[in-house]
DNA sequence: ACCAACGTGTTG
DNA sequence: CAACACGTTGGT
């Protein structure tokens, strides 16, 4: 036992190939032998762990340990080592076993294309176990790695785990073998196809193993991830195409939202699109036109109430409460629309909605207010805390404090997000787009509206947005008032968007991770797309409070604003889709934007050029990396560009990316599920690396840059130290 | 402590 | 350059 273990460490290739050619052959040829034992183990998948003893080799050769210190290790007699992995690998494997066991080979062969190599080194191959999840495991190898591994096995089989499954199969293996042959083409054609779409890869997985059941590879993620990673641009497009089922949720989230628009109800109508997309699509469908033509209505409407609203205007509270009356009324559509959603919400959604919202939506709507004051009051010192934090900038307008009244505007803040939307809408009425897709956008809640309406009235207040705005709003009679400056709003809307991005975000987090996890996952998946959005708003808020957003904030202004302008249903739909998306991606990217935002500032100013780019450039700065490639920084970009922050979100303030970290933006970052193909994969027993397709490219580029930056490479990086310079 | 992944050295 | 293996880092 002792010895062989770890010391052997490494087995240089050279001794691995002569282990294995020789063991190889023989293994072909006597595949009954190794196999035997092992035939066990192949099914078992397992990811083979690495630790262990890896030995093996050393006898054959002993020569040179590669790289790090090996050297001689120590061997063990082959046949040891081999029943140890085996046996290690069987405990956790047997799990595995059962289920992929043989048939694994097949399943395994779907993707396999390799399956060849397999044949050849047939043992081997079938190692990557553990990575099965993928399907991969079957065969292939990429390389050597087969035929090394083939004869690693026999002979000691580095990798333990990998001989001893491959040995399984042996003595079938080949009969597999040739099966797999056949299998392989399919399987190579099935390897795209997972690439694309992997869910439907994974499911048709299992039936044979399901290699991803195991999968180390944590095929956590949705299966949809494949997909998005593929097509993170295409993002939406591509994202629904492959995964209909997301894409529909996702979709019909948007959607609703976009209709919805009107107030925290869209996080519950976001999960509960996703969910019901799941579930019906008619649900989404139903909820979707109703909002519309409440919109639609609500301009009309608006007016209307705008003139109840007046009234009620006096007790922020009160009015929240009796807008929230006068709608069910009924009279307003608006009101009816959004019972009707808060309705099915409530039913759907109840999970999520019901801590924070919920309750207000379920209890009536006096009785919410009530309630609802008092939670948001809860809420809205979690937010001030939350952007007291964030704003220190921002602090500066910290109005707020002062205004409310404690209470007050807390309550204001939460609650009203209905009725506020409700206000604000009727009170602009013709403004309402705006203050709208304000309320959707920020989401959900309450706070958006709040903040809009109060930005509006008066830039003194504006600034307070952050903290006071809420409560302001509410309490604030101006709502009718703001109304009028509708454009205005527009402007002021980023910050106060940003806001309530922060504030919401612990309830959205919450609600999500209450509600359901998929959602999360599905909208960060999604979010390459919504992230965009979100991030440029996440971003513009950041930059607002800063100053420095210019770019991204103008653009946000203006395709925001133009879309208001020029009609609030279509330009609320986009708007609010990207801004509900945002709102949940905002979860993460805000967050981490503001506190990057200072730390990184400058790129980002600088970067606003173009936004992705910055990005890259950003970080390269940062890190020191060079060269941005251009290609792939938009990639990144999307999806968590905004994310950035990612690191930071969280804890926080240091970007401190340390340099391992990954960026988490990039195409690959946002790939969940591994192919289970690559080299890395297969062998992620002994190679400790990620699948080569979830490689960041942050990272990538930087171990190029430093390694040897190109001449192109120097000079982009150049260019990006003098443009953060200028 | 465990696990995942990163960085690196070696080899072919 | 790719693959491999290992040690180490980073996160939980
Ligand atoms: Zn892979
Ligand atoms: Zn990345």
């Given at each position: 036992?002792?010895?062989t273990?770890?010391?052997?460490?490494?087995?240089?290739?050279?001794?691995?190939k002569a282990a294995?050619?020789?063991?190889?052959t023989?293994r072909q040829?006597c595949?009954?032998?190794?196999?035997?034992?092992?035939?066990?183990?192949?099914?078992q998948k397992?990811p083979?762990?690495?630790?262990r003893?890896?030995t093996?080799?050393?006898a054959?050769?002993g020569?040179?340990?590669r790289?790090?210190?090996v050297s001689?290790?120590?061997?063990?007699?082959?046949?040891?080592?081999?029943?140890?992995?085996?046996?290690?690998?069987?405990v956790k494997?047997?799990?595995?076993?059962?289920?992929?066991?043989?048939?694994?080979?097949?399943s395994?062969?779907?993707?396999?294309?390799?399956?060849?190599?397999?044949s050849?080194?047939?043992?081997?191959?079938?190692v990557?176990?553990?990575?099965?999840?993928?399907?991969?495991?079957?065969?292939?190898?990429s390389?050597g790695?087969?035929?090394?591994?083939?004869?690693?096995?026999?002979?000691?089989?580095?990798?333990k785990p990998?001989?001893?499954?491959i040995?399984?199969?042996t003595?079938e293996?080949?009969?597999?073998?040739?099966?797999v042959?056949?299998?392989e083409?399919?399987l190579?054609?099935?390897?795209?196809?997972?690439?694309?779409a992997?869910?439907?890869?994974k499911?048709?997985?299992?039936?044979?193993?399901?290699?991803?059941d195991g999968?180390?590879?944590?095929a956590d993620?949705?299966?949809?991830?494949?997909?998005?990673?593929?097509?993170?641009?295409?993002?939406?497009?591509?994202t629904?195409?492959?995964?209909?089922?997301?894409?529909?949720?996702?979709?019909?989230?948007?959607d609703?939202r976009c209709?919805?628009?009107?107030c925290?109800?869209?996080d519950?109508?976001?999960?509960l699109?996703?969910?019901r997309?799941?579930?019906s699509?008619?649900?989404?469908?139903?909820?979707?036109?109703?909002?519309?033509?409440s919109?639609?209505?609500r301009?009309k409407?608006?007016?209307i109430l705008?003139?109840?609203?007046d009234?009620?205007g006096?007790?922020a509270?009160?009015?929240?409460i009796?807008t929230?009356?006068?709608?069910?009324?009924?009279?307003l559509?608006?009101?009816?629309?959004?019972?009707?959603?808060?309705e099915?919400?409530?039913t759907?959604?109840?999970?999520?909605?019901?801590?924070?919202?919920?309750e207000s939506f379920?209890?009536?709507?006096?009785?919410?207010t009530?309630?609802?004051m008092?939670?948001?009051e809860?809420?809205a010192?979690?937010?001030a805390n939350c952007?007291?934090?964030?704003k220190?900038k921002?602090?500066?307008?910290?109005?707020?404090?002062d205004?409310?009244?404690?209470?007050?505007p807390?309550?204001?803040s939460?609650?009203?997000p209905?009725?506020n939307?409700?206000l604000?809408?009727?009170?602009?009425?013709?403004?309402?787009?705006?203050s709208?897709s304000?309320?959707?956008?920020?989401?959900?809640t309450?706070?958006?509206?709040?903040?809009?309406?109060?930005?509006?009235?008066?830039l003194?207040?504006g600034?307070?947005?952050i903290?006071g705005?809420?409560?302001?709003?509410t309490g604030s009679?101006?709502?009718?008032?703001t109304?009028?400056?509708?454009?205005?709003?527009?402007?002021?809307?980023n910050?106060?968007?940003?806001?309530?991005?922060d504030c919401?975000?612990?309830?959205i987090?919450r609600?999500?991770?209450?509600?359901?996890p998929?959602q999360?996952?599905s909208?960060a998946?999604?979010?390459?797309?919504d992230e965009?959005k979100?991030?440029t708003?996440a971003?513009?808020?950041?930059k607002?409070?800063?100053?420095h957003?210019?770019?991204e904030?103008?653009?946000?202004?203006?395709?925001?604003?133009?879309?208001?302008?020029?009609?609030?249903?279509a330009?609320?739909?986009?708007?609010?889709?990207?801004e509900?998306?945002?709102?949940?991606a905002?979860?993460?990217?805000?967050?981490?934007i503001?506190?990057?935002s200072?730390?990184s500032s400058?790129?980002?100013?600088?970067?606003?050029?173009?936004?992705?780019?910055s990005?890259?450039?950003?970080?390269?700065?940062e890190?020191?990396?060079?060269?941005p490639g251009?290609?792939?920084l938009?990639?990144?970009?999307?999806?968590?560009?905004?994310?950035?922050?990612?690191?930071?979100?969280?804890k926080?303030?240091?970007k401190e990316?340390?340099?391992?970290s990954?960026?988490?933006?990039?195409?690959?970052?946002?790939?969940?599920?591994s192919?289970?193909?690559?080299s890395?994969?297969?062998?992620?027993?002994?190679g400790?690396?990620?699948?080569?397709?979830?490689?960041?490219v942050?990272?990538?580029?930087?171990r190029?840059?430093?390694?040897a930056?190109?001449?192109?490479?120097?000079s982009l990086?150049?260019?990006?130290h003098v443009h953060s310079?200028?």
């Open positions: 036992m002792p010895a273990t770890k010391p052997s460490r490494r087995k240089t290739p050279a001794q691995r294995q050619k020789v063991i190889s023989k040829t595949n009954s032998n190794k196999p035997r034992g092992r035939a066990t183990e192949r099914p397992t083979a762990e690495p630790k003893s890896t093996r080799a050393q054959q050769s020569r040179s340990p790289g790090r210190g001689g290790p120590a061997t063990e007699s082959p046949g040891r080592s081999l029943s140890r992995v085996n046996q290690a690998l069987n494997e047997s799990a595995r076993l059962g289920q992929q066991s043989n048939p694994p080979d097949h395994s062969e779907l993707q396999d294309p390799p399956g060849r190599r397999k050849l080194r047939g043992t081997r191959v079938p990557t176990p553990y990575q099965p999840p993928k399907p991969c495991r079957g065969g292939r190898n390389r790695g087969a035929g090394r591994r083939a004869a690693s096995q026999q002979g000691n089989t580095r990798n990998l001989s001893t499954s040995n399984e199969s003595p293996e080949r009969i597999e073998s040739l099966a042959s056949d299998a083409e399919t190579a054609v099935s390897l795209k196809t997972d690439a694309e992997p869910a439907s890869i499911d048709q997985s299992l039936g044979g193993n399901n290699a991803k999968s180390p590879l944590k993620s949705p299966p949809s991830n494949d997909l998005l990673e593929d097509c993170v641009q295409a993002s939406c497009d591509s629904t195409t492959q995964q209909d089922k997301k894409a529909v949720s996702h979709n019909s989230d948007g609703l209709v919805t628009g009107v925290g109800d869209v519950g109508q976001l999960k699109c996703s969910d997309s799941k579930d699509p008619c649900a989404l469908t139903r909820i979707c036109s109703p909002k519309v033509q919109n639609r209505k301009n409407s608006l007016s705008g003139n109840k609203l009234h009620l006096c007790d509270k009160q009015d929240d009796c929230v009356h006068q709608e069910e009324g009924s009279k559509d608006l009101k009816e629309n959004r019972t009707d959603e808060r099915i919400v409530a759907e959604t109840k999970e999520k909605i019901h801590h924070e919202r919920g379920e209890g009536d709507n006096a009785v919410e009530v309630e609802d008092e939670d948001m809860d809420m010192e979690r937010l952007e007291g934090e964030k220190e921002e602090n500066d307008f910290s109005i707020n404090p205004d409310p009244p404690p209470s007050t807390a309550f204001q939460p609650d009203p209905h009725s939307n409700g604000t809408e009727l009170s602009e009425s013709p403004v309402n787009v705006l709208v304000n309320a959707a956008t920020s989401n959900p309450k706070a958006p509206p709040t903040s809009e309406a109060v930005k509006p009235e008066g003194s207040q600034k307070t947005d903290h705005a809420k409560p302001q709003f009679s101006a709502v009718a008032e109304a009028l400056m509708v454009q205005t709003v527009l402007v002021k809307r910050t106060p968007v940003i806001i309530r991005t919401f975000k612990p309830r987090v609600d999500s991770s209450q509600g359901e998929h999360l996952q909208l998946i999604l979010s390459p797309l965009e979100a991030c708003p971003e513009t808020q950041t607002d409070s800063e100053g957003s210019q770019r904030t103008s653009s946000l202004s203006l395709s925001l604003a133009p879309q208001f302008s020029t009609d609030a249903l330009a609320e739909c986009e708007p609010n889709l990207s509900d998306s945002a709102v949940v905002e979860q993460n990217l805000v967050p981490k503001s506190t990057t200072l730390d400058y790129t980002f100013s600088c970067s606003s050029e173009s936004t992705r780019s990005f890259s450039f950003d970080t390269e700065s890190a020191g990396y060079g060269e251009p290609s792939t938009p990639i990144s970009w999307g999806p968590e560009g905004a994310c950035l922050p990612s690191w930071t979100t969280p926080q303030q240091k990316r340390k340099k391992r990954r960026c988490g933006m990039c195409e690959p970052c946002l790939r969940k599920i192919c289970g193909q690559c890395c994969c297969l062998n992620r027993s002994t400790h690396q990620i699948c080569k397709l979830r490689k960041c942050d990272l990538r580029r930087r190029t840059s430093q390694l930056p190109s001449a192109a490479q120097v990086i150049l260019h990006a310079i200028n």
